[in-house]
């Protein structure tokens, strides 16, 4: 293309290849041609090739303002204000057959433009790419456009937003917007209505349907300058239909965080198919967007609040009625390729995916990896709005809560957060599910007795399940409600809501001191790595949060009074266990890797190195001292369980005998035992020494049992392994409270 290239034809020539972004474009030709080195290279590629090789910067800042572009001086980099209702075309599409020749002249005055002499006040020409929006518009009106607009109620998307948004902030992945889901919902119902992705085009002369087999979804980003005034964009999301909603999500976000920094290409602003724009975000509640051509449909977003005639009602109001919060969505369509009960069914298909309807919430949930049912949409049944009042339905409804609640506290553990690798399925119950005690989303909002839940005699409906799911369903999953005595239920529900409910805050010094011991074990197992690679050994890495539990425990025990701890464990974890708990072994484990016998453990000789045993004293934060001893274990896996709390049996009765009540020698040692998971669940000894726990010639007072989720032993998954859902099941018969913790919090694990 040569240098002749006049203004008008650069404009023609960009405005058919980028539609509605051809402002955005115009400016970063601008400042291309003050100094192609203010833009990125695939945008330098485009100009070099628009104007001739050569042509680039020629003319400076100069010759820009010529030409009148806009140069970087005078736009600070940013691109010319767009009409909000503006749509992504197709690149260099065909006229379409109802332009009209004036229509055609990019640039024309309109037909009506009042003469110079009817003017009044000063007049300004409009120049650069504020002239650019009156010839988009005018050809815009070229386009044959209807519009279909349909109500939308948002009360199950506002409650399984919420939900999903506290999900990703748990997980740290950012947030979703209504705006999301609606866009996610036009995916999805473009699935079953296709045509409203078609296109018009002029082939041969003959009009043409164009069909199109991917969904470019565009999408409306509202800019502002850095002289206040605003700016619109609209790139889009390429192949968006073909996405899950996790995917979407990233994509989504992708394009409005390089659209923001000023990072956006040339493809993110062509093939645009449909697009969706928001005005509901600056309060609008409905509106009429403009159709480029080349584009079959726009869909519009109003904003979302209670209809204007229960403005003035207050939130309880609102919620005893079951009044939701509603959103008008429009489809404006080009009508030579879209008929308006194609929109309206669209529109229709839109509003139950919104609703819920064919698992919309339920796919997106999956897609995120939420363990929790949605929320679902249902009609509203309240007593207090029966033409009498019925104090059974009332008291059926409290009474239906307390099920809700006792359910959480018995299964909550199965939609837990424990799985740090995301192997296995969910668990999911149906008794977590409030529509199975006939509970809606109307409910939510209204109070309902607790039962002291929390320390509180009424909560509402959401207060409810957010406390629940904080106790119950959080990175600690606990199961007690098996264990018969109410008194130690109620200790564990109490402490349970100390701890996970209405938590204090780890003091930075905790937290410091949980990361030194992390970065202890993990550097010991690099170590070992780096320094004797190929030595057999059974590494503790991606388990290293035991070191800081197993410290943990130390201190806590030492403040209760123990005096000894005897430790029993498997191979897997052990050196680390010798280096980092028991005590200072670390000069005698490196010999040992040396291929020598340290001079101070002359029994090592001949044994293997994560066989070993020892015995060493911790002095703990408070000053107390503890005494730990790691029992050898040559045998296979679970067999030093019995030889552990033969071992403190052993102690507490040479503690009696010297005349030590019962009482006081029980609590004076602590047998500790680390299993494997498959190990714990697979092997017969393991329920053997658990039968043994409460036999009057063999009680130890209690065993703390800790068990590695490895989730594969002996080469076998879990599911091929065992009967149960989990390895710990074989515990609930001795009256133990079994918690369940996610590896990858150690704040977890400590509390």
Known sequence: MSEELNRRDLSEIIAESFGANATYVEGLLGRYRSNPSLVDEAWRAYFAELLGDGAGAAGGNGAAAAAGWPSAASDGGQPAAQPQAEAQAEPRPAQPAAQSPAGAQAGAAPAQAPAAAQVRGEAQPIRGGALKIVENMETSLTVPTATSNRQVPVKVLEENRALVNQYLKEHKRGKASYTHFVAYAILRALERYPQLNDGFALVDGAPARVRRSEVNLGLAIDLEKKDGTRTLLVPNVKN????????????????????????????????????????????????????????????????????????????QALSLLGISKVVNISSTYDHRVIQGAESGAFLAHVHELLLGEHDFYVKVFRDLGIPHQPMRWARDFNPALL??????????????????????????????????????????????????????IWDLDREFITGGLAGRESATLRE???????????????????????????????????????????????????????????????????????????????????????????????????????????????????????????????????????????????????????????????????????????????FVDPVVEGMVRAKQDAWQLQGKPREEVIDCALPV?????????????????????DLHGYRTGGTIHVIVNNQIGFTTSPEQGRSTIYSTDVARMTQLPIFHINGDDPEAAFR
């Open 387 to 440: 033409g009498r009042y019925d104090a059974r339905e009332e008291v059926s409804k409290e009474a239906r809560v307390l099920e809700l609640i006792n359910a959480y506290r018995v299964r909550g553990h199965l939609v837990a957060d424990i799985d740090p690798l995301n192997a296995l399925p969910i668990q999911y119950h149906p008794e977590l599910d409030i529509e199975t005690y006939g509970l809606t």
């Open 673 to 693: 035992l680390l299993h494997g998971d498959a190990a714990f669940a697979g092997q017969g000894i393991v329920m053997e020494t658990l039968q043994l726990a």
């Open 464 to 638: 409810i399940l957010d406390i629940l799911r904080r106790a119950y369903c959080g990175k600690v999953g606990t199961e007690y409600r098996h264990i018969q005595s109410k008194e130690q239920k109620v200790w564990i529900r109490d402490r349970i809501r100390q701890e996970f409910v209405t938590p204090e805050p780890l003091d930075a010094e905790t937290k410091k001191a949980l990361l030194m011991r992390l970065i202890r074990a993990e550097q010991f197992e690099r170590f070992l790595h780096t320094k004797y690679l190929g030595q057999k050994r059974f590494s503790l890495e991606g388990c290293e949060t035991i070191i800081a539990l197993l410290d943990q425990l130390v201190e806590r025990a030492a403040e209760r009074g123990v005096e000894e701890i005897a430790l029993g464990m498997a191979h897997r974890g052990r050196l680390n266990v010798l280096a980092n708990v028991v005590g200072n072994f670390s000069e005698r484990i490196f010999t040992a890797f040396e291929g020598s016998v340290h001079p101070d453990f002359p029994a090592d000789e001949g044994d293997v190195k994560y066989h070993q045993g020892a015995k060493g004293e911790r002095e703990t934060a408070s000053g107390r001292k503890v005494s730990i001893t790691i029992s050898p274990n040559p045998s296979h896996l679970e």
């Open 240 to 315: 968006a239909g073909a996405l899950d909603f996790a995917e979407f999500l990233a994509a989504y976000d992708d394009v409005v965080r390089r659209a923001r920094a000023g990072k956006l290409g040339v493809p993110d602003f062509q093939d645009t198919t449909i697009s969706l724009t928001n005005p509901g975000t600056i309060g609008t509640v409905s509106s009429n967007p403009r159709l480029m051509a080349g584009q079959s449909a726009i869909i519009a977003t109003g904003a979302i609040e209670y209809p204007a005639e229960y403005h003035a009602m207050t939130p």
